[in-house]
């Protein structure tokens, strides 16, 4: 292997500890070769539902999620946990540019930091609700 590659790990992409529900969700949709606007009308559901689940705005109800996973052909656990019958993960020799694998190691990161932010903004919300309540 040349210095300008590296291997993927393929069992980062899909490890139940480091990806969400949106991740799986597109990742499954990714290897089932749909775009989200194919899925999106095969699930009976406008565009920005899916991309909400995809971004792990909101998650679908009981219905559409195991109507999800019949189309994505994945188990209603893995969807769920990361644990089960998924999509195969890329090959572990798949050669990436040290480019590439800066990019996917940055874009992991800030995932991160989003869904801190995030849960962060989530706890502020309540603190001003509950606030907000005692001076009524």
Avoid: C, H
């Amino acid at each position: 292997m040349s210095n300008s590659e590296v291997t993927f790990e393929a069992g980062g992409w899909y490890d139940p500890d480091e990806t969400t529900f949106g991740d799986r969700v597109a990742g499954a949709r990714e290897q089932a070769g749909l775009t989200q606007k194919m899925l999106a009308k095969r699930l009976g559901i406008k565009l920005t539902t899916l991309r909400g689940w995809e971004d792990d705005l909101s998650e679908p109800r009981a219905n559409k999620l195991q109507m999800l996973s019949g189309v994505l052909n994945v188990s209603l656990r893995w969807l769920l946990s990361g644990e089960g019958d998924g999509p195969d993960a890329p090959s572990e020799d798949t050669p990436l540019s040290t480019d590439m694998a800066d990019i996917l190691l940055e874009l992991r990161q800030l995932k991160t930091t989003m869904n801190q932010q995030a849960e962060r903004v989530g706890q502020l919300e309540k603190r001003l609700r509950t606030a907000l309540k005692d001076t009524n």
